[in-house]
T-cell receptor
Framework: DTAVSQTPKYLVTQMGNDKSIKCEQNLGHDTMYWYKQDSKKFLKIMFSYNNKELIINETVPNRFSPKSPDKAHLNLHINSLELGDSAVYFC?????????????????FGPGTRLTVL | GQNIDQPTEMTATEGAIVQINCTYQTSGFNGLFWYQQHAGEAPTFLSYNVLDGLEEKGRFSSFLSRSKGYSYLLLKELQMKDSASYLCAAMDSNYQLIWGAGTKLIIKP
């Protein structure tokens, strides 16, 4: 019954490696997101994606790339990991991005993936 | 630029009332969200305001003043389980959420 799930929950890896984090939502939502939450607890949007449009936060390095095999999945691939990439990464989904009642704009978060780069 | 300001940390007593303030500056505005985040867990939705005024939901209420770029979250009858971070987020004209750093609320017996 999990609405938004992510795997793995914890990821420890060496600098320079390539890794992926998977996200799946079973809510039938149109839009999915990736956030990074650093040690200062700021939630920073990295990507938002629906069937029509990928919106990239311009501050995100191109080592990060979202991959969506279908509407229910949005995976995050990271190349050449750096120490500064250590953070908690949250996936989220919402029914739609634009307009409508508040329920359409509410974002549902996955449990997070704690990435530690050594 | 776009900015959300909220206090870093607040302390309150069990059974009391606490108000967490948030001011925002965004390019356009499509509503103000409050989320609760317990340590080590994901944020969960608490409230949404897009019109001026107070929205009450049980022990939690949220207020919005669009002209002042200001919102607050009011928590009544505080319980120990309310110890968490409270995140304010404003939705801009592109329907993207701009997040504050969160207010860590500490409840003391």
């Amino acid at each position: 019954d999990t609405a938004v799930s992510q795997t793995p929950k914890y990821l420890v890896t060496q600098m320079g490696n390539d890794k992926s984090i998977k996200c799946e939502q079973n809510l039938g939502h149109d839009t999915m997101y990736w956030y990074k939450q650093d040690s200062k607890k700021f939630l920073k949007i990295m990507f938002s994606y629906n069937n029509k449009e990928l919106i990239i936060n311009e501050t995100v390095p191109n080592r990060f790339s979202p991959k969506s095999p279908d509407k229910a999945h949005l995976n995050l691939h990271i190349n050449s990991l750096e120490l500064g990439d250590s953070a908690v990464y949250f996936c989220a989904s919402s029914p739609q991005t634009s307009g409508g009642p508040s329920s359409y704009n509410e974002q549902f978060f996955g449990p997070g993936t704690r990435l530690t780069v050594l | 630029g776009q900015n959300i300001d909220q206090p870093t940390e607040m302390t309150a007593t069990e059974g009391a009332i606490v108000q967490i303030n948030c001011t925002y500056q965004t390019s356009g505005f499509n509503g103000l969200f409050w989320y609760q985040q317990h340590a080590g867990e994901a944020p969960t939705f608490l409230s949404y305001n897009v019109l001026d005024g107070l929205e009450e939901k049980g022990r939690f209420s949220s207020f919005l003043s669009r002209s002042k770029g200001y919102s607050y979250l009011l928590l009544k009858e505080l319980q120990m389980k309310d110890s968490a971070s409270y995140l304010c987020a404003a939705m801009d004209s592109n329907y993207q959420l701009i997040w504050g750093a969160g207010t860590k609320l500490i409840i003391k017996p």
